[in-house]
């Protein structure tokens, strides 16, 4: 008995060996086709990138890409490969497919954005980028994330798909729009290189992801930075901004910042700082919290003896929904109250004002995606170290 289950366990001791060395065995298709993987393609790459042979009679097969795809391999013909001029190439797999008593080598391949795939014989392909269209021919991913926006809103910028075959939006119908680069890449057209970037772009600053539309746009049409447009623009982070001219440029100017500037002029000696506004929007409200509502606070170094006005604050989170003329009737008896009068407040010297009111303005949840009113109020008081 002991020998009998000792040659059980060496002959499955066998079996498991060969499925280790041939981990991909064939499988047979529905129609009797029997596909064996001989080599899988992680990255694409000049070593699997092709074109259509525009001569060949071929044509390219349903198959399964993904083993959770409901298509069959060699279920049906798909499109013949004389059709696919402009179209670029990437082998995803080689395999040897078997069909009753014939053997024959087949690619699985795929475009750019996955519109054309299946099997395909190799003579059917011509090694390289298309020579026909628009083809990317260099990208980069990772670390490619920054903002951009048009230089010029009144001028026609166009973002495209990937075969700069449709427009999927104009820049020039979205003059406060803000664009995410996630990628930058070289375009071939006609012999010509030109630098483009595939960018996610928000429409009026504050988005949701869902109306957002992404594409690739031309580098030279556009320049890095937040768009500055403010008259259109509802919302921009207060990490967007670069100094505080650009800043106090934001509040003057802001399509939704009339009650900060009304604010601002309380203070007229006190002039709006970026780097105390910071502060001030990390440090002593809850606006900028994380996703998960645990504050995210920032150092207070460069500044010294901060004033909060947490009684404005507190008033004004109760009322999001006052109007700005009531607003700022109440938030000047509360300075008086704290003992910052009208004429206090032009007397003082060598203070900073430190800003973020974001009021009762039109966005959306940042993890559902569904619109609400975002509102966020903070006013401080700060002297910079250097005075």
Do not use: C
């Not at 499988?27 to 029997?34: D, K, P």
């Not at 790459?45 to 060949?56: D, F, G, I, Q, V």
């Not at 700022?328 to 008896?333: A, D, G, H, N």
Request: zero cysteines.
């Amino acid at each position: 008995m002991k020998k009998k289950i000792k040659l059980i366990g060496v002959m499955l001791a066998f079996v498991g060996l060969d499925m280790i060395a041939n981990p991909q065995p064939a499988q047979a298709a529905h129609n009797g086709y029997r596909v064996k993987v001989l080599k899988n393609y992680y990255k694409d790459s000049s070593e699997n990138t092709y074109h259509a042979n525009l001569k060949s009679k071929a044509a390219i097969w349903s198959g399964k890409r993904y083993p959770s795809d409901t298509q069959r391999d060699f279920q049906k013909r798909l499109y013949k490969v004389s059709k696919l001029k402009g179209v670029t190439l990437f082998v995803q797999k080689k395999a040897r497919v078997t069909h009753k008593n014939t053997k024959a080598i087949y690619y699985y391949v795929a475009d750019r954005a996955a519109g054309h795939q299946g099997w395909v014989r190799p003579s059917a392909l011509i090694k390289g980028v298309s020579p026909y269209g628009y083809q990317i021919i260099k990208e980069k991913w990772g670390n490619q994330m920054a903002t951009f926006h048009a230089k010029n809103s009144k001028q026609n910028v166009y973002i495209w798909n990937w075969r700069h075959t449709k427009k999927r939006a104009n820049l020039k119908n979205y003059p406060a729009s803000n664009m995410r680069r996630k990628a930058t890449v070289t375009l071939r057209h006609n012999k010509k290189q030109s630098t483009y970037y595939f960018v996610t772009m928000f429409p009026d600053g504050n988005t949701p992801i869902r109306k957002s539309v992404s594409g690739y746009v031309a580098a030279s049409q556009v320049e890095a930075g937040h768009n500055m447009n403010y008259s259109q623009i509802e919302y921009t982070s207060i990490d967007q901004f670069t100094d505080s001219a650009d800043y106090s440029n934001y509040i003057q100017n802001g399509k939704k910042q009339k009650l900060a500037r009304e604010i601002v002029k309380l203070f007229p000696n006190s002039p709006v700082d970026l780097g105390l506004s910071r502060i001030a929007a990390y440090d002593y409200d809850s606006f900028n919290n994380t996703s998960d509502g645990d504050p995210n606070p920032i150092s207070k170094t460069g500044y010294t003896d901060i004033k909060v006005f947490s009684s404005i604050q507190k008033w004004l989170y109760a009322h999001e929904t006052a109007s700005n003329a009531t607003k700022l009737t109440e938030i000047k008896q509360l300075l008086d109250k704290e003992g910052y009068t009208a004429s206090k407040r032009a007397s003082l010297s060598g203070y900073k004002l430190g800003i973020q009111i974001v009021n009762n303005i039109k966005g959306y949840d940042g993890e559902s995606d569904d619109a609400n009113h975002w509102n966020g109020y903070v006013l401080v008081l700060g002297r910079p170290d250097n005075n």
